[in-house]
């Protein structure tokens, strides 16, 4: 047992420990506020101005109200944006706004407030949002047209991104980069009270807030009065605090820790459809895995259902393509999903003159099938790639685990010194299929060094061609089914989001809205009388 | 004593150039690069050839360090890459912690590792010897994470006396005060033990005894005083750790402070907040030192003539 996972072992035995002994002892300050544990992935944000920002937190979320909200099921709902209409030919997008909203300082929202903002991306490291908006045109008070550059069906994605809260323009330019830290002003349920970077930000409801989207129940002011969102990176402590009370709810829960606080019975729990994809990256520049025999052999001796029970504690879902289930681009062909078919593996390596040797290992010209698999130093990579070690051990393939920090390994995977890797990402849009596969990203992202006219021009089509939403559904498809047959990646699992609540404290919706536990949600969310 | 602390000050602008070497090169030695914490699905090639450009990172190091060394010598610690923030506003917003921890944990190891090393000393070869040097073996191989989270359990979930975790107020200074200062009182306390009892050994002790003293009075007055260099040393050289070595513990109970900063910083490969993180946590060593050898040479004048 090494040091983190002595560590990690430590963890689960205090907690289990903890919650079976715990008192129980609230630490709430009145009937109408509350404390919620930011997930793991969401600390460490620096400041909460959505422009600028490279990491926001749900923060950002309740502060700032967006256009467009999308659902769990990825489905677009009007929120700012009263309704939108794209022009056939995807060159102009006009949007109605919502009347009678006012930031937190008291200045109007209206369409003075988007011609204002959408330029103020220029720039910035989030500039690739609007990259697509050619001009802002005021049509009236409370309608504005985008004129577009290019047709980007994706738009109405971006302006559904957190990034794309909308800040006061007076409060913003005033603040100038104190923005997000000092002071904070959108037209969100709640209004910025103070931040401590690195440990909480305190938020007090919007008690003129009546303009909440339908994917609320509550359109008015939020029912909690005062939310404190802490930055708790142990998640052992986290639990801890939830259970006695410190903190109500906590905004991400690793799988592992699941059965303990399973057991609970004042802990409540609610999850959300997964937010990105475990798989097993390949490097087609480096033998043996430019066969694609080869990479097919091996995807094909990967069993998810394995690796998803004895890693993730059935937690999520097996993953069979690319992209997360809740996106309709990843509905492909069921022929050409990846599963386990380990005697169709055999067989591939067999034909493609990979003989068996005396130790069941495989070697073709004398040159054994021995490779190396580079995984991240946490729990849950090093566990997938020691099963994947054994799984590949049954086609006779030789697997090596090196493991290194997450900036590390892309480092090896920009220098192209990796050949597999067990990685993971998380994003919510067809558009990651460019990322990490087009020829204009080799090195990094596309560390699969994947070139190839056809799957290029696929790229090409569903990146730059689709003019409107369902054209690009269809055209990601397409693009899709062409890197799964090539074989470029092995899916492995997509996980789901889980949060823990306390019962006694607070009362949490049944089923939860957005992509996120975020603003719809929190709103909702009730305190215990 | 003024001028072995002039000499002293001089040495330290040699020391100063050759830890700004180290603290700048060292993080480039280490894999990745810091924009790639910037980029998201969606940014372009060309926003990683900009990121860099504003940074200053398509320029040869040789040329990023003299700037750095230029912003430095004015007092500019530079920009942190992925916050957006003055490295020096990041530091000093979180230097108030580490400090509030760290000279806690250091005032609660000395007094409580002297008093223990003192009553271990005095008690030598006794029960009350062997008890105390078990705790200190006990408290030097303890793990601090596995330490805080015990802490947590029993005086924050069983018995409710203090919170688990944050940084509000002076109760919840007192868990990870205990956690990070166990280590101390550990190093402390067998310093003293064994400083007292050589010390006791020497013939000016054998003296005070036999002018009929009181043998309490010899070992806190006299014995104590003397014992006391070893003891300085050490508490000189732990200066550096009061703003950087917790940060096992600023992890486990939730509190910001320089440690967790770093940490932060190394994973993200921000080079500028690396750096100043370093620098700062290199010149607290330094200045440690620098205050231990004065101190030192103040307590034995012997030092002065050894040192200068």
Partial sequence: MNRREFLASVSVVTLAAGLGLAGGNSARASESEAVFALGNAEIGAPHHDPIRATLLSTVATLIYDRMIEQDADQSYHPHLAESWENSADGMNWTFKLRQGVRFHDGEPFNAATIAWWIPKFKGSVNEYLVDAVDRVEVVDDYTVRFVMKRAEPNLIYNLASSFMGIPSPKAYDAAGDNFGVTEAAGTGPYKFESFAVGQETVLVANEDYNWGSDLSENKGAPYIKRLTLREIPDASTAFLELKTGGVGLLLGVPDQFLPQLQAEETLGFRSLPGFGITYLAFNTLAEPFGDVAVRQATALAVDQSAILKSVFNGVGLEAHQFLISTLAESKIDPKLEIRHDLAKANQLLDAAGWVRDGDGMRSKDSKPLKVKLTAQSETAFKRTAEILQAQLKTIGMDVEIEIFDSTTIVDQLKKGQHQLAVRQYGWNNADILDWFFSTTNIPYPNSSGWQDEKSQELRDIAMQQSKTLDERVANFRKYQENLIGNFLFVPIHEPILNYAFNETLLEVPEKLRGTQLVQATTVDIKVVG | ?308
């Fill in chain 2, 1 to 308: 004593m003024i001028g072995f602390t002039l000499r002293r000050l001089v040495l330290l602008l040699p020391v100063f150039f050759v830890v700004s070497l180290v603290v700048f090169f060292i993080i480039h030695l280490v894999p990745g690069d810091p924009i790639d914490n910037l980029l998201r699905a969606g940014s372009s090639p060309e926003q990683r050839l900009q990121i860099a450009a504003k940074y200053g990172l398509d320029r040869s190091l040789v040329e990023q360090y003299f700037t750095w060394m230029g912003r430095l010598l004015s007092g500019d610690l530079g920009t942190s890459i992925i916050q957006g923030r003055p490295v020096s506003a990041l530091i000093a917003r979180n230097l108030p912690f580490s400090l509030e921890l760290g000279i806690a944990a250091l005032l609660f190891s000395t007094l409580t590792g002297i008093t223990a090393g003192v009553i271990a000393a005095s008690y030598q070869g006794t029960r009350v010897d062997d008890v105390i040097t078990g705790f200190i073996l006990l408290g030097s191989t303890v793990p601090s994470f596995w330490l805080g989270l015990l802490l947590i359990l029993v005086f924050a979930v069983w018995l409710g006396w203090v919170p688990v975790s944050g940084a509000r107020g002076w109760s919840s200074l007192i868990l990870p005060t205990i956690a990070a200062g166990l280590g101390g009182i550990a190093l402390v306390a067998r310093v003293t033990r064994i400083a007292m009892i050589e010390t006791s050994r020497q013939d000016f002790v054998t003296l005070l005894h036999a002018k009929g003293l009181p043998p309490f009075i010899i070992q806190l007055r006299h014995v104590l005083r003397h014992a006391m260099v070893p003891v300085v040393t050490i508490l000189s050289l732990r200066i550096g750790w009061v703003l950087g070595g917790a940060v096992t513990i600023e992890y486990v109970f939730a509190r910001p402070g320089l440690g967790s900063l770093l940490i932060r910083a190394l994973n993200q490969r921000d080079y500028p907040l690396v750096q100043g993180c370093l620098l700062m946590l290199a010149m607290a060593v330094i200045i440690g030192a620098l205050i231990g050898d004065i101190v030192q040479a103040a307590m034995d004048p012997r030092q002065r003539e050894v040192r200068a």
